[in-house]
């Protein structure tokens, strides 16, 4: 038998068995420099290559699905013995997800050999066009362009007055009229986009960018707002509620999957975000505002946003007068709340002339 032919014992095949049952029928091993995932299920074995076509995720760390190893990082799916993919979950990222190498096994009276000479080649996916948000960030000619982006959270069957909301929506229309910019307002309660569900705790590598969520779910909304802040808005005004002493849990849900914006920087060097300008109204029955904005100043700074003078305009009765009527009226009848808010806007769009020149 010649090296290229060679046999390797890999062991016991009943104790490789056992082990591979006890411990989620599949094991990463390493021989001569290959990674391999070998999996046992109903009395047969599998040896396939052990990092995924798609990113080079680790199929041993994910799950068997009948007969398929499910990748932990996207979920695609590759038949256990022969290598093949074998489902649609890469989908709408390509549309084929190609084979991974697979290696010849065989049982000789109690043992198991595997013969890396045999191994099949890889086939690479057929990978499909990118989501469009995905394109390098280049401002359009044009006025400035100011976005007012609302958090709260509403139930659009039941619509309700909102104290930040309405701040928002009259500081934009008077801009609009008065600042000579485009204006658009953005309200998260109207987006249907998913819970972040975890990538970057997987892998700094598995949260991408676009977001992964976005690229394999076609009917997630969140694709709404990277759009509108990477590349349409110069200018974008947040506005949220204090929730318990925080901002909405709307807004919290937005923030966790603008993870895969600041990931870039932390990973390529790519800051998307440039040139941009933020501000904020945080209004609320409690108070709190300082570290509400905090928070908030300090994850938009980290996203690229930089801000004006006088960043926020706030609002709160404290937390000895929470009664919320009297707390709605008094922003809705507020001249100077609402001249504030327009202020807000100015600055904003003042300092953005700066920054975009």
Not at 171 to 183: G, H, Q
């Given at each position: 038998m010649t090296a290229s032919e060679e046999w390797i014992d890999l062991g016991?095949?009943?104790?490789?068995?056992?082990?591979?049952?006890?411990?989620?029928?599949?094991?990463?091993?390493?021989?001569?420099?290959?990674?391999i995932a070998l999996s046992y299920r109903d009395g047969a074995f599998g040896a396939i290559g052990a990092l995924c076509n798609h990113m080079g995720g680790p199929l041993?760390?994910?799950?068997?699905?009948?007969?398929?190893l499910e990748c932990p990082w996207h979920y695609w799916q590759f038949d256990r013995r022969t290598g093949e993919a074998v489902n649609a979950a890469h989908e709408p990222l390509a549309s084929a997800g190609g084979r991974l190498p697979s290696y010849p096994l065989k049982r000789e009276g109690d043992r198991l050999w595997i013969q890396i000479a045999g191994e099949t080649p890889r086939v690479r996916p057929n990978y499909n066009p990118g989501h469009p948000v995905g394109r390098d960030p280049e401002r359009a000619p044009g006025r400035l362009r100011v976005l007012a982006l609302s958090t709260t959270v509403i139930d659009p069957?039941?619509?309700?007055?909102?104290?930040?909301?309405?701040?928002?929506?009259?500081?934009?229309?008077?801009?609009?009229?008065?600042?000579?910019?485009?204006?658009?307002?953005?309200?998260l309660a109207d987006l249907k986009f998913?819970?972040?569900?975890?990538?970057?705790?997987?892998?700094?590598?598995?949260?991408t960018w676009p977001c992964s969520i976005t690229k394999m779910d076609p009917q997630d909304e969140m694709a709404v707002v990277y759009e509108a802040l990477v590349h349409w808005a110069d200018v974008v005004i947040i506005g949220t509620p204090i929730r318990w002493g925080s901002a909405s849990s709307l807004y919290y849900k937005m923030a966790e999957r603008l993870n895969a914006v600041q990931n870039q920087i932390t990973l390529r060097n790519r800051v998307l975000i440039q040139k941009k300008v933020a501000a904020l109204v945080i209004t609320g029955g409690q108070d709190n505002i300082q570290a509400v904005a905090g928070q908030m100043l300090s994850f938009f700074g980290e996203l690229g946003f930089t801000f004006p003078p006088f960043p926020f305009v706030a609002h709160s009765l404290g937390w000895s007068a929470e009664k919320m009527a009297a707390n709605m009226e008094y922003v809705r009848s507020s001249e100077d709340l609402h001249q504030h808010a327009y202020e807000l806007v100015e600055r904003a769009v003042a300092h953005a002339r700066v920054a975009v020149g």
């Open positions: 016991e095949a009943k104790e490789l068995a056992r082990d591979l049952e006890a411990n989620g029928l599949v094991k990463e091993i390493v021989l001569k420099d290959k990674r041993a760390e994910g799950r068997m699905v009948g007969e398929a069957a039941h619509p309700r007055y909102s104290t930040s909301e309405a701040l928002l929506t009259s500081a934009l229309s008077r801009a609009e009229r008065e600042l000579d910019v485009e204006t658009r307002f953005l309200r998913r819970h972040c569900e975890g990538f970057y705790s997987k892998s700094e590598r598995a949260c």
